[in-house]
């Protein structure tokens, strides 16, 4: 089987082949993001082949599209050699990259570390956490939640409490994911991420775990992994969980601090919550968090594209692609395509109080869908609601930049990291 396709074998696909070598990589990193997609998706259609960053792929921008690679009836669609692009081999064997039965064992070991009896470890760890952290008044909210987020993670994943160099090693870890080469040539992000992931493994052998509960200790005791396999696993946790979340936590105080009616809104449903430490279900029943969170992810999910390469010929949209196709699925086109969503581009969390149409249900597709639906999402959606609980519980939050533009790489976040001043709430 061929193990490339090149500009030939898709000459029948719209699209063009941008310049000699770089093809489009120009316009991707200078064009603002959405002016290009608006202006590929109406020269071409919503399926159409991309030349950039060394990689030739078609795009697929569709619910149907969604639909028919995601749910993946005939197994054709690989994880393994699509996201090899992406993340190289850091990704390789874990969830992410597996396909076929050997996705299906380590997908149904890892999803009973999810279960409801740990969620509840999971509530009561963040809780704590949270309830114990200080809020600064002046804050870069990225990192303030980044930095929350690394040490929420690493307590469910490993337990405990990490050292300051365990902490250095497992954010290593992370940022290698965001490296754009992805080599460890002595000195890079990626290197340093190797170096830091074996050391972070040498650490965890000599260290005692905190017993009581973890996601790497249910898998050593309770699952048929391998300890290697455990520890690639839980790992991966951490890098896959940590950005994502800690985008989206931000991406609702950003659309709050922007939208008084729906901060004084959700600030009133937290302040009437019986609880400190609210439970899942207590979470669920504030209304207007819960519409804020599915709206921020509409317009920001922190994944914007997510990648596969098909195994075998197929065809769809009235196209034949050979095998050895590399594609893209869109979710941050899909949850804004206007034929879709009225007033694509406002944030309007009202709009989730109808249910979803079937095509809205496959264009949003924050958390992905099918056999590789995100494991994390409770978790992410857990951390990133509690933290707006707690920050708002106790401040009145406020923008310190009027404007502030977006940036999409590695991960969709506020430019300057949304600058705010986090005022105490006097005691009532
Ligand atoms: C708001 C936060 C999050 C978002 C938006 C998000 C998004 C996603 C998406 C779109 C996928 C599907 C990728 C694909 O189909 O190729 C995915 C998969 C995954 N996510 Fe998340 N994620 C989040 C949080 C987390 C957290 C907290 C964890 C871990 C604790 C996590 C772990 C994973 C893993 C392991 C997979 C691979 C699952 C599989 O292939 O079976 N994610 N995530």
Redesign the pocket.
Known sequence: MNSHVNDLTLKHIPGHDGLPIIGSTLDYLLKPRRALTDQLLQNYGDIYKVHAFGNRLVVFASPAANKFI?TNKDQIFS?EL??KLHFGDLAQD?????DGSE?SR??SE?ARTFSSDNRTHFNHIINQYLCEKTIPRDVGYFDFCNDI?VDL?YR??FGGNPTDEIRQHTKDVINSAGAFIKKAIPGSKFWRGQRARNALSACLQESEFDKQFS?YNSLLTQSTLTKEEAFN?SL???I???H??A??ATFIMYYLTRHTHWMTQVSEEIHACPSDTPDNNQLQQLESLSLVFKET?RLY???RS???QATQAFEFGGFEFPAMTKLMLV?DDTCRLPSLWENADQFQPERFLTPLSDEQHWAY?????????????Y???F??KLITFHVLRETIPSAQCAQEDVSLIPIPKPAQGLKLTLRRRTAP
């Open positions: 995601l994880n699509g996201w874990t969830l992410l990259a597996m996705h380590h997908r890892m987020v993670l469910i994943v996601i696993q991966f946790l951490l896959a969980g940590h994502t979340t985008s989206a992810l999910p922190p994944l997510i990648p596969r979710p597709i924050p958390f992905g869908m099918g056999a590789h639906r995100c494991i994390g999402a978790l992410g959606e951390i990133a």
